[in-house]
């Protein structure tokens, strides 16, 4: 009963988001700050294992 809830509160959310996105600049704003922080944190989950594979290695920055 609780996923119905949730799946239900996903999909007002989906369908919402682009009316929010295209008439509240501050609602565009925190949008778009979430998902650049989303981003960073999933390049650094993906990342970091691969520089702790090869410690100061110059490569790691390329």
Do not use: H, Q, W
């Amino acid at each position: 009963m609780i996923s119905n809830y949730a799946e239900l509160f996903l999909i007002c959310a989906i369908i919402l988001m682009p009316i929010f996105y295209e008439t509240s600049s501050r609602f565009r704003y925190y949008f778009k700050f979430v998902v650049y922080y989303g981003v960073v944190i999933l390049n650094s989950f993906l990342l970091i294992p691969v520089f702790l594979f090869r410690p100061c290695d110059v490569r790691n920055l390329m």
